[in-house]
């Protein structure tokens, strides 16, 4: 999704994460897919599934989950371990034309793409959902200054997005934003639970606080990440 093809197949994070980290990435994606309203028997698209967690995690929920995937060594991974899987952009694979998904979704994908690659992507995605489908992305938060470490620390992100962005991008696309929130916050892991949702308290403070003195009192995701929910209008 790159124009630079040194960088284009680039690896991050990894295949084999332990105990502690498993748990993590599963409480995640509980929340997100409640948030979305998913749950089994959904038929789902996922955009660039990265080491496959994410399918793995759906399919032992019961949920049909289709993949695609410009990285060919993790192309073949997924595809060993079973899954529906294709290699290449969107305009590059041939999904099955008679086939429409409740729900597409893409984590840390859409800092990957250029605006216009981005109103290509949503309006290519509008066409494959239901009439009550739905597109569920995270992405760094562009309106944070938190969200800069993973916006700036990635040399193929090339888009910062945040609520107003997405509302945008949606108006011309045939999409409405039903949500733009702060990603998962999840409790499990190595640090103690009390503890981080002490932090999480801190941080809805400060929230409350900067909206006050900088946005008329209208409050605005700060966390690191934003995930957010388009419906099809």
């Not at 793995?56 to 949920?63: E, L, M, Q, S, V």
């Not at 993790?74 to 290699?87: I, M, S």
């Not at 429409?100 to 984590?107: G, Q, W």
């Not at 997405?166 to 999840?186: K, P, S």
């Amino acid at each position: 999704m790159t124009e630079n093809d040194a960088v284009r197949y680039v690896e991050t994070g990894s295949a084999r994460l332990d105990d502690f980290e498993l748990e993590r990435l599963h409480e995640e994606f509980e929340i997100e897919t409640a948030r979305a309203g998913l749950g089994a028997g959904a038929r789902i698209l996922e955009i660039g599934y990265s080491h496959g967690h994410f399918l793995d995690w759906a399919k032992a929920r019961g949920c049909t989950v289709t993949g695609t995937e410009i990285n060919p060594g993790l192309h073949e991974a997924a595809a060993a371990r079973g899954h529906d899987v294709h290699l290449g952009t969107l305009d590059e694979i041939d999904l099955p034309a008679d086939i429409r998904y409740d729900a597409i979704v893409a984590f840390d994908v859409f800092e990957h793409l250029t605006v216009d690659e981005l109103k290509h992507t949503l309006e290519t995605l509008h066409g494959l959902l239901t009439d009550t489908g739905i597109v569920f992305a995270r992405f760094p938060n562009g309106g944070s200054p938190f969200g800069l470490a993973f916006q700036s620390g990635d040399i193929t992100h090339k888009t910062a997005l945040n609520r107003s962005a997405m509302e945008q991008l949606g108006d011309i696309t045939g999409f409405e934003v039903a949500f733009c929130m702060n990603a998962a916050r999840t409790v499990s892991g190595r640090r103690a639970r009390w503890l981080k949702r002490l932090a999480f308290k801190l941080c809805d403070a400060i929230e409350v606080v900067v909206a006050f003195l900088y946005f008329r009192g209208r409050r605005m995701p700060l966390d690191g990440n934003l995930v957010c929910l388009l419906r099809k209008i």
